[in-house]
């Protein structure tokens, strides 16, 4: 079975020097991420985008992986994660993150596609505080239909961890983050994938009710799913798999890890639950082949 891990962050130096430049605590950027590696463990990259890139493919080679979506977490990410993946064009596929309220969205979504290689976008409405059905992000969505590039939307619980470690603050709201407001956008733009990560974070009966409403609406399985715990029951994650599958069928439920930092590296154990949680369903071996693998092939295959 070809794995495609595809939500995966690829986490450049310049994403933390970023961040440190933006906290209000007291030092220099470089002893505000010592600090970060004290109290987390966390390895900070290497300032080679080469050395960093090649760690990267090791980690997939050797745990079996064919390709990963290496997602560009900050606007200033996105150059490097562009260089990584033309080093490695045949193993990683580069998304970033977009906030469409900034001067010039349109265009600068255009020039990632169009000149960096980008095959989609990451939209955070909760942390940029727009809403995803309103004017804000219509004229992203624009380009995004013109290339046929798919849409990451976050929807649900937002914890960053590393920004509350920089003294950041939460400037999350989850009011923007329904995966029902993302019905009239995907409505407007059929030609558009988009994709609600970690099976809505929360948000659950939400995304099933948007899948079932739009065709072009997705779900990823990245990340731990702790959000199982604000469900009522609990459920196992072989139940959200079974009533995922039940509403967006085999076809638009796509594989992910939400992997990250080293040294935990990608994260295998994700891969192993999963396919455990699908493995008790008794699907066929060529649905449980579009999960882990086809479904996010086919979506890069589509863009131009």
């Known amino acids: 079975?070809?794995?495609?891990?595809?939500?995966?962050?690829?986490?450049?130096?310049?994403?933390?020097?970023?961040?440190?430049?933006?906290?209000?605590?007291?030092?220099e950027p470089s002893e505000k991420l010592e600090r970060v590696v004290q109290k987390t463990g966390i390895e900070l990259p290497s300032t080679d985008i080469a050395q960093h890139t090649h760690r990267w493919i090791e980690e997939l080679d050797r745990h079996g992986v064919e390709k990963m979506a290496a997602f560009a977490s900050l606007p200033e990410e996105a150059s490097a994660v562009a260089e990584a993946a033309r080093l490695a064009p045949d193993r990683?596929?580069?998304?970033?993150?977009?906030?469409?309220?900034?001067?010039?969205a349109p265009a600068k979504v255009e020039r990632l596609i169009s000149e960096l290689?980008?095959?989609?976008?990451?939209?955070?409405?909760?942390?940029?505080?727009?809403?995803?059905?309103?004017?804000?992000?219509?004229?992203?969505?624009?380009?995004?239909e013109r290339h046929r590039a798919p849409a990451y939307v976050h929807c649900g619980l937002l914890v960053v961890k590393?920004?509350?470690?920089?003294?950041?603050?939460?400037?999350?709201?989850?009011?923007?983050?329904?995966?029902l407001a993302l019905i009239p956008a995907a409505n407007a733009h059929p030609s558009i994938p988009f994709i609600i990560p970690h099976f809505g974070a929360?948000?659950?009966?939400?995304?099933?009710?948007?899948?079932?409403?739009?065709?072009?609406?997705?779900?990823?399985?990245?990340s731990t799913?702790?959000?199982?715990?604000?469900?009522?029951?609990?459920?196992?994650?072989?139940?959200?798999?079974?009533?995922?599958?039940e509403v967006f069928g085999p076809?638009?439920?796509?594989?992910?890890?939400?992997?990250?930092?080293f040294p935990a590296g990608w994260r295998a154990e994700r891969l192993a639950e999963q396919r455990e949680a699908v493995g008790a369903l008794g699907i066929s071996e060529a649905d449980?082949?579009?999960?882990?693998?086809?479904?996010?092939?086919?979506?890069?295959?589509?863009?131009?």
């Not at 590393?162 to 995966?179: H, K, M, S, T």
């Open 1 to 27: 079975m070809a794995i495609f891990d595809f939500h995966a962050h690829f986490f450049a130096r310049p994403f933390f020097e970023a961040l440190a430049q933006q906290s209000p605590q007291a030092g």
């Open 92 to 104: 990683l596929v580069p998304f970033s993150l977009v906030n469409p309220m900034v001067p010039d």
């Open 117 to 144: 290689g980008f095959r989609g976008v990451l939209m955070f409405p909760a942390m940029h505080h727009y809403s995803i059905d309103g004017p804000e992000a219509r004229a992203v969505f624009e380009v995004l």
């Open 162 to 179: 590393l920004r509350d470690i920089l003294g950041l603050p939460r400037v999350q709201d989850i009011q923007y983050a329904n995966p």
């Open 202 to 222: 929360g948000l659950f009966r939400e995304a099933l009710l948007a899948g079932a409403q739009c065709e072009n609406i997705h779900v990823d399985t990245s």
């Open 225 to 245: 799913n702790s959000w199982r715990k604000t469900q009522p029951g609990n459920p196992d994650l072989s139940t959200v798999f079974e009533r995922a599958l």
């Open 251 to 261: 076809e638009r439920v796509i594989f992910g890890t939400d992997s990250n930092v």
């Open 288 to 304: 449980s082949e579009l999960i882990f693998g086809g479904n996010a092939a086919r979506l890069i295959a589509a863009t131009s």
